[in-house]
């Protein structure tokens, strides 16, 4: 009995110490805090302002967390919900956009088909790209359209997929589909300044691309007038700058934040990351369709030129005339090719004959 009121005896001896020198335990810290919060209760009823601004901020006293890391101590992230509603909503309208972009090129099809040449295939060809040009274009294409595909999925699955092929097909593409995006990433993120480099000389505005924009290249004629241009006109000009130089650019920064989140990016910087990820990749996949519909179906012989690295010199002599006529004067980097292997003049010529 008289050592446990030695012992009593002793703690308020210790306390009185630590309230003489100003110094408080946590406990007696939580308690003064609960003091002032009822006082203001009282003069102030259900107002709670005080304490969740604390809870949002992280800066109250007695506020503590055994995690360590940027913004660990911050329980509460008004931020977050504002991305919470924000996010659905911009998904949507650029997939409104999305599906717009589509029907017009739909539509356009029908109206213009396929653009061909007006005279025959001259038979000799120019080397248009490089092998290098090719590998770094390709590269980048099929990154950009794996990313694109398995962004959709994630955007849009479980909207679109799930209530049609349920719970557990749907985690399994789901799955497949981050993973993919996360380990194909890479590739596009080092392909898209190589491809700037290699092909930003040739995309510099130029005054004949005045005319090509007023025109808008013929393409709204159905003679299928054709204006002269460079190696490359200003329509790709303009998806070069707007989709590779800026879209895709954006794409590889706010990729990487989102890709590797252990740099101690807080929430608010993935947020907005996040946000301009979403908004970019939508315009670029909204974007690429044009390129991928012009490089393709739009305009006969424009695939084989990437795919075998050559074109025929009637082909361009009617899509680019200006820089045909800089590879005929020896002023271009691209020169004529005696030379070509059998399949691809054959298939080349067979792309462009075809009815």
């Not at 992280?58 to 360590?68: L, M, W």
């Not at 509603?85 to 099809?109: C, E, K, N």
């Not at 159905?222 to 006109?233: D, L, M, T, V, Y």
Request: aromatic share 12%; charged share 15%; glycine share 10%.
């Amino acid at each position: 009995m008289v050592g446990n009121l030695d012992m009593r005896g002793f703690i308020r001896y210790a306390l009185a110490l630590l309230v003489l020198f100003g110094m408080q335990p946590g406990w007696a810290a939580d308690s003064a805090a609960g003091t002032d919060q009822a006082q203001r209760q009282q003069s102030q009823p259900l107002n709670n302002a005080p304490v969740w601004r604390d809870v949002r901020g992280g800066e109250n006293a007695y506020q503590t967390t055994q995690v360590r890391g940027i913004e660990t101590n911050v329980l509460v992230q008004s931020a977050g919900e504002t991305w919470r509603q924000v996010r659905p909503l911009l998904a949507v309208g650029g997939g409104v956009i999305l599906v717009f972009v589509l029907l017009g090129l739909y539509g356009y099809y029908r109206w213009r088909g396929s653009i061909g040449l007006h005279d025959k295939p001259a038979g000799r060809f120019i080397q248009r790209f490089s092998d290098i040009d090719r590998y770094v274009h390709w590269a980048m294409a099929i990154s950009f359209v794996v990313l694109g595909i398995t962004g959709l999925i994630i955007t849009f699955g479980k909207y679109l997929l799930l209530p049609i092929i349920g719970y557990t097909l749907f985690s399994w593409i789901a799955i497949l589909a981050k993973n993919l995006h996360n380990f194909v990433a890479p590739i596009f993120l080092v392909s898209v300044p190589a491809f700037i480099i290699l092909f930003i000389r040739d995309n510099l505005p130029a005054l004949h691309d005045m005319q090509w924009i007023v025109k808008f290249g013929g393409m709204l004629s159905k003679k299928g007038e054709h204006i002269p241009s460079g190696r490359f006109n200003a329509g790709e000009k303009a998806l070069f700058w707007g989709l590779v130089c800026v879209f895709s650019v954006a794409l590889c920064v706010s990729g990487a934040v989102l890709l590797f989140p252990n740099y101690e990016q807080g929430r608010y910087i993935m947020q907005v990351s996040n946000i301009v990820h979403l908004i970019c990749a939508l315009l670029a996949i909204a974007m690429s369709c044009f390129h991928i519909y012009l490089g393709t179906v739009g305009f006969k012989g424009a695939y084989d030129a990437m795919r075998t690295g050559y074109a025929d010199e009637t082909w361009a002599k009617e899509h680019h005339q200006i820089w045909y006529e800089e590879v005929k004067a020896g002023r271009a980097r691209q020169h004529t090719v005696d030379q070509v292997p059998a399949e691809v003049r054959t298939q080349i010529e067979q792309t462009l004959r075809s009815a």
